[in-house]
């Protein structure tokens, strides 16, 4: 089993930044792919970005790419992602992921929430004036 805990969300304002983190416990650490997902009531679990399992690949939905980086160290067993120039269509509750796969190179696959193993409780992230 791998338990998950992430931290770091708060009410921003558009254009401020974001720090989150996700801390595993649990064995074997750098055998899961990682990612992040956000949600926002009424909708769908979307995916926002991934970071391969010794971090050399990382992938970004289209909507943050250029505004977020993902990045990890196995060896204290957390991921971040960073959010730069938030806007109000960040918002949501943003959640960690854990796979055990490695079939993240198809679009479908790391986008398809039902792929990851482990989920955390979720962090939440308002974006407002």
């Known amino acids: 089993q791998v338990h998950l805990v992430e931290s770091g969300g708060g009410w921003v304002q558009p254009g401020d930044s974001l720090r989150l983190s996700c801390v595993a416990s649990?064995?074997?650490?750098?055998?899961?792919?990682m990612a992040w997902f956000r949600q926002t009531p009424g909708k769908e679990r979307e995916f926002v970005a991934l970071?391969?399992?010794?971090?050399?690949?990382?992938f970004y939905a289209t909507s943050v790419k250029g505004r977020f980086t993902v990045s990890r160290d196995n060896t204290k067993n957390t991921i971040w992602l960073q959010m730069n120039d938030l806007k109000p269509e960040d918002t949501g509750v943003y959640y960690c992921?854990?796979?055990?796969?490695?079939?993240?190179?198809?679009?479908?696959?790391?986008?398809?929430?039902?792929?990851?193993?482990?989920w955390g409780q979720g962090t939440q992230v308002t974006v407002s004036s």
């Open positions: 649990g064995r074997a650490f750098s055998s899961y792919t």
């Open positions: 992921g854990a796979d055990a796969g490695n079939g993240y190179g198809s679009m479908r696959y790391r986008e398809n929430q039902n792929n990851y193993d482990y």
């Open positions: 970071v391969s399992r010794m971090g050399g690949s990382q």
